[in-house]
């Protein structure tokens, strides 16, 4: 028997069917050893040595590893093909005792019959260039996130955090918005002259006067600009007519597929990533079993493999016709600063269309795969043409532009059309000719205003973040998801905006360390970080390198008293535990009740939008089973500071508690397939993924191994007066149905 060590426990049941009995196929479920998450545990006194654990929520999973390892007569490592993956390899090999020298590693792109048996066919030892890329990264975010939380927190308020990618992302967010808050708009008034030609409509935009550009930007303007038209004709100058061509656009990567399933199919950032994992691990397809059916998601490349495009140039010839494929394969170059450690994103096989998986896939995951499949055919076919015309029309002193296009040949078009860019420019014109006299029919004007920059949807958050190189593909999701339920961002409709908390994080880092709040710093820290995996640069010569400026900066932000805490206010409202007056103070949710005897006393209660004190809804009563053994009386659940307990409904007559008992397992996280915790938080109880903070996920019910019928999103339990109820943990999606007597009975 052979070992096969993978992350993702969705994969599994797909790589172990292609395996056979030979192997087993073991999923760790995300990173097994890491930082501790109390300490610095970095030494930046011994050349930044970090200090690695085994998770305590991976203890469990390292055993069982460790025995299914001893059974096998070979282990394959099989982690995700990137940085992670090769760093989480590297410490399952330092758990297991793999020396360096073993060809255990082994990398593929698909989830198929013929990746995966490539890849055994050429193990490979871990590349420690890989890992020290990764490693230079886990130290420095941990030096950046622990040493600038404790600033903030007392500067400004408790229970704050600060992260290398993360406060940068705040800026852009914050920058954004006193754009528009300072933004001046200027009027305009946008003229076209509607004229015919041999019975064809011609709109006519003012484009020139007395041979310079002309704008108006009065009523007063159009009027003269009216006044000195009328009556005067109009003459064709100049007619330019081309063929034009627009070329296919490259195959998806992470952050162009993010934008086009926003943009195009209304989904939020977290279906699509949810969706997407689903496509790249499998799904179920009745007859066949679990069928992955995309290429690995975390990717800025847009290189395609030969054998890609070979099977799609045959399918776009048989299906449209020799006319519809370039003489050469389209090739694209990646822009910027890519690891290219895989290729684009897209289908495994081209013969599973959309169309063949209609009835089989949940609604998201046929939209999106439907999406990347068309994006990546047409990524292999010819140009589209057009019939493209431009003409300037004279009329007195002024000067007029039309330009339109009429398709000559779809080309990639008939698979995959951007609307966007053609709606303005697809219209159909008349012939026209220099000395042609068209006849004028009417005006048209407006007065319009113009519009301060639009606020940051996810879309173009994540499009930003690209281009200014802040993060990498695998950061994008769990950045713009953090400062969100960092409170740091709110949501208006579709945009994103800072909070009042999110700007005063961003002007104190700014004020202490310009460095790390600066974009450009950012993104050459990441090409800097980057050259480690070329193999270019020791990682802890790069942290040092940071770290010597970065403690000067440490020195000054600690050795001042300047703070942006808000001073507390004195309420009318009287301490019910000891007397003394409450007072208002901020936290990281907002303004609460606080007694003014703290610490001596720390009662405190929560305000509502108005300001007045929340009045705690009453716990919904959930019997039990389990018998009070010393009244009789069946026990209920209750909440307490530490989670969920037994308690008598006879309370206060009989105070007997129990243990809740053991919490069901969890299913794996839907973002990132790593376990799942129930995390116990002051008076509160939620669930959250182990391998935050790469990953946020975080719910406030507990979760189930269910699906959403609608969305495909992982489905909650939540505890209602009247009943459990399964409710999707989409926020965009409002499915919810009561739990059935059977599911009850069947559990």
């Excluded at 090769?86 to 005792?97: D, M, Y």
């Excluded at 890519?338 to 009835?359: C, F, G, Y």
């Excluded at 946020?696 to 489905?715: A, I, N, R, W």
Aim: charged share 30%.
């Amino acid at each position: 028997m052979k070992l096969l060590v993978i992350e993702g426990v969705g994969k599994r049941p797909a790589i172990q069917k292609y395996l056979g009995k030979d192997f087993k196929v073991f999923a760790t479920m995300g990173h097994v050893r890491d930082l501790p998450e109390k300490t610095l545990s970095v030494d930046v006194e011994h050349n930044f040595k970090p200090t690695y654990v085994i998770m305590p929520n991976k203890k469990e999973i390292v055993s069982e590893l460790k025995k299914a390892a001893q059974a096998a007569e070979q282990v394959y490592l099989a982690t995700d093909p990137d940085r992670e993956g090769e760093a989480i390899s590297w410490h399952i090999a330092n758990i297991l005792g793999i020396p360096e020298s073993e060809k255990a590693r082994i990398t593929f792109n698909e989830i198929s019959k013929k990746a995966i048996t490539k890849a055994l066919e050429n193990p490979r030892v871990i590349d420690k260039n890989l890992v020290d890329a990764q490693q230079a990264r886990r130290v420095l975010d941990r030096l950046v996130g622990y040493k600038l939380s404790p600033i903030l927190c007392r500067k400004i308020q408790s229970k704050l955090s600060a992260g290398r990618v993360q406060s940068v992302t705040l800026r852009l967010v914050v920058e954004r918005e006193r754009e528009i808050q300072s933004f001046v708009p200027e009027e305009y008034w946008p003229f076209y002259s509607i004229l015919t030609q041999r019975g064809g409509k011609i709109k006519a935009a003012l484009a020139t006067y007395k041979g310079e550009k002309c704008k108006l930007s009065s009523k007063e303007e159009v009027e003269n600009a009216i006044r000195g038209l009328d009556g005067k004709p109009y003459i064709v100058s100049s007619v330019k007519k081309t063929v034009t061509k627009a070329h296919a656009p490259a195959p998806f990567r992470t952050s162009t597929m993010q934008q086009d399933a926003i943009n195009k199919l209304g989904m939020s950032l977290n279906q699509v990533s949810l969706a997407a994992q689903s496509l790249y691990e499998g799904v179920d397809i009745p007859g066949e079993g679990k069928v992955a059916l995309i290429t690995y998601i975390r990717t800025d490349s847009t290189r395609v493999s030969p054998e890609a495009q070979t099977a799609a140039r045959e399918y776009i010839v048989e299906n449209y016709g020799a006319d519809y494929i370039p003489e050469k394969p389209n090739v694209y170059a990646s822009k910027g600063n890519v690891q290219d450690a895989h290729e684009a994103i897209r289908p495994i096989s081209v013969d599973r269309t959309p169309d063949s998986l209609k009835d089989v896939l949940q609604r998201n995951h046929y939209r999106l795969y439907k999406l990347i499949y068309e994006r990546f055919l047409a990524s292999q076919m010819s140009e589209a043409k057009y019939n493209s015309l431009a003409a300037e029309i004279d009329c007195g002193d002024y000067g007029f532009r039309v330009t339109g296009r009429t398709p000559l040949f779809p080309g990639y078009t008939k698979v995959y059309e951007d609307k966007e860019k053609d709606d303005d420019d697809m219209k159909k014109l008349p012939d026209l000719c220099e000395g042609d006299r068209p006849d004028f029919v009417e005006y048209s004007y407006e007065q319009k205003f113009t519009k301060p920059p639009a606020r940051y949807t996810e879309a173009t958050l994540i499009k930003a973040m690209e281009e200014k190189g802040i993060g990498r593909p695998a950061t994008y999701q769990p950045t713009v998801s953090l400062i969100e339920k960092r409170a740091y961002t709110e949501r208006d409709g579709k945009s994103i905006k800072p909070t009042e908390l999110g700007c005063k994080v961003c002007d104190m880092l700014l004020m202490y360390f310009p460095d790390i709040m600066d974009v450009k710093f950012t993104a050459d820290m990441e090409s800097k970080l980057d050259t480690i995996e070329e193999g270019g640069k020791v990682w802890q010569q790069l942290i040092g390198e940071f770290y010597n400026g970065f403690e000067k900066e440490l020195e000054k932000a600690m050795g001042d008293g300047y703070k942006m805490k808000a001073p507390a206010q004195v309420t009318e409202y009287k301490c019910d535990k000891c007397g003394a007056d409450m007072v208002i103070r901020e936290g990281r949710y907002g303004k609460f009740l606080a007694c003014s005897a703290y610490p001596k006393c720390k009662n405190t209660k929560q305000l509502d939008e108005n300001g007045n004190i929340k009045v705690k809804a009453e716990e919904p009563v959930v019997e039990t089973d389990v018998i009070c053994e010393k009244c009789g009386a069946r026990m209920v659940v209750k909440t307490g500071a530490r989670g969920k307990f037994l308690a008598c409904p006879n309370y206060p007559k009989c105070k007997n508690t129990k243990e809740y008992g053991e919490e069901e397992p969890l299913p794996p996280c839907p973002l990132c397939g790593k376990p799942l915790r129930r995390i116990n938080y002051r008076k509160s109880v939620f669930y959250g993924c182990t391998g935050y903070p790469e990953c946020t996920f975080s719910v406030t019910d507990k979760p189930t191994d269910k699906k959403c019928p609608e969305c495909g999103s992982m489905l909650l339990e939540k505890v209602k007066k009247d009943g459990i109820y399964y409710r999707c943990s989409d926020k965009d999606c409002n499915y919810s149905a009561k739990k059935t007597e059977e599911e009850k009975n069947a559990e």
